[in-house]
């Protein structure tokens, strides 16, 4: 039985999760910052948006302060992943854990650290974080979960899992095989991910759009077809096709809020000059096309200028420029 | 005494306006739509500071139709602005040659379709208007002129021409095909320009790193293969002009970085545009050209339809 779950990282995904599963399980929080989780101990965490609740719950800085769970949550973000993992290193061994993480390889990273075994999850839903205690309900859509085949997790635990989800309010999906779905949304990811963060738009209707030689659509199209192709050289059938899926998205964003757009988290780094998981997301589709030997011109261009938009960040001004 | 007139009397503009300004057989007339700008130039001469210190007497109107009929003109507006422009000063040249000396290319074609005879220019003088009426240049260099081969500017007015910018201090070659010095240049400020605009990287920068250093020369070999399927030899590797640029610029910002720090409207369609539409017509692939065009586009997408406070 789940009964006690624990959610490493209490950023927007994390804290979703954290808020809706304490209704019906008993949560803890295990933060980065020891003011984060005093602040979650003494005023509960806010869910606003799609859905309005408070919860109360554990949380702490220290590792060592958490009891043993059934279920661990890596719900930090990808760069954080290896110090999270390291962190829970040798508790609760007979404990679940899962990944949400964007990308590739997250669940060789928490591998690592100990013999748990792994559900993959991708997931679909988004928010807005508005303070330490209080996150906003965006995307009401479904995370998707599945037995991570290294670690001969049980399908049946991975079903209890998403009924649990699914009883605290949140859309989850149990399946068999990840893989064709964590690839679908890793292309679509990709493409959507860099080029929000390049152009600094969100996600809005310029992205489907084909007509014009300088169309977003067209570098999406592309960016999406250069992935499922590394997908079919990997031997993957796409739960979905990606296109379809920034179509679709487009069109919600349009018909649900006429001033609504998805802001994707690239974005969201880089409008506040964070390091981006880039590297996790397109660094892994290209890593993983070069072994394959598929040609990915412009994944690797997307790759490479946001590396350089991160790198841009590290310098102290330029001087005033001489020429123009 | 010939008559030119300078049609978009920005920067560059004011360059070729003041330095031909200075010569006593050429009398030189501009076209501005900025009125501080043309009510200065009116009242205390066109100044030049930095590379050159020359004050001009320039005859400068917001209003094209005040303008006489001129035999030459030399059109130096922002390339988005050319077609606007050329129509309201065409009456000028109904016997004149007109010039282009703006960056990218398309230019000539928009002029072509106002103006009888028509030359095609590029330029590397550089600099910026820095109070109404003066210009501060930055940079010095050369100017290449030829006729335009869909409605040429005969070479004796290509000559002439040539001979009193150079006269007048703007070093210019008069030549039988000016295509190669044009498409140099533009498949440079293609692969330089926008990556500079879209990393926030100085050209030093841009160059330096392997990730952005190899994406230049990508957009580069398009350009190239695009310039070659059009018959056009360049002039110089625009590899060269890269790297010489990391050195002699190293901490330039690019002047479409310039134009995305202050959210004003870049000349890409004239560049990355440019490769991009000349390759299609030419059965030439232009992927990189055509994802940065995207994304520039995409950016002064997010410049005019997001409020600056949002964030």
Known sequence: MIERVCVIGAGTIGSLLAAHLASVCEVSVLT????????????GLRVSGKHELRASLHATADAAELGDFDVGIFACKALDLESSAARLEGRSPSATMMTVQN????????????????????TFMSGIRH???????????ATWMGPWAQTKTSYATVEELAGRIVSSGLEAEPMPDLLPAQWSKLIFNSAINTVAAMTMLPHVALFAKEGEFGDLGRLVHGLIDEGVAVAAAAGVTLHDDPWEMNVLAVARGETGHSDYAHRPSMLEDVLTQRPTEVEFITGALVREAG???????????MYRLVRAREASWQLTSPSEPVLS | VTRVCVVGCGAVGSLFAAHLGTLDDVEVWAYDVVKEHVAAINQSGLRLTGRAEVVAKVNARTEASEVPPCEFGIVATKSMYTAEAIAAAAPIFADGAVCSVQNGVGNEELIAEHVPRVMRGTTFPAGRVTAPGVVQMDTAGDTWIGPFEDAPA????????????TRGGMPTKALADARGAQ????????ASNPLGALTGLTQGRLCELGATRSLISGIVAEGVAVAESLGITLDSDPEALVDHSAKVAYDHRASMLQDALAHRRTEIEALNGGIVRFGSDNGIPTPLNQAVLALILG???AWTSQPESGH
Do not use: C
């Open chain 2, 299 to 301: 950016m002064e997408l």
């Open chain 1, 32 to 43: 980065r910052r020891e003011e984060h989780a005093a602040m979650l101990r003494e005023q």
């Open chain 2, 183 to 190: 498409w140099t240049k533009l498949i440079f400020n293609a």
């Open chain 2, 154 to 165: 005969s070479m004796e007015e290509v000559e002439a021409l040539a001979d009193a910018m």
């Open chain 1, 291 to 301: 072994r394959l030997g598929v040609a990915v011109p412009l994944s690797t261009a």
């Open chain 1, 103 to 122: 990308g590739l390889g997250a669940e060789d990273v928490v591998a690592r650290h100990g013999a748990w075994p792994i559900i993959s999850a991708v």
């Open chain 1, 131 to 141: 303070s330490d205690a209080h996150v906003e309900y965006e995307l009401d859509t």
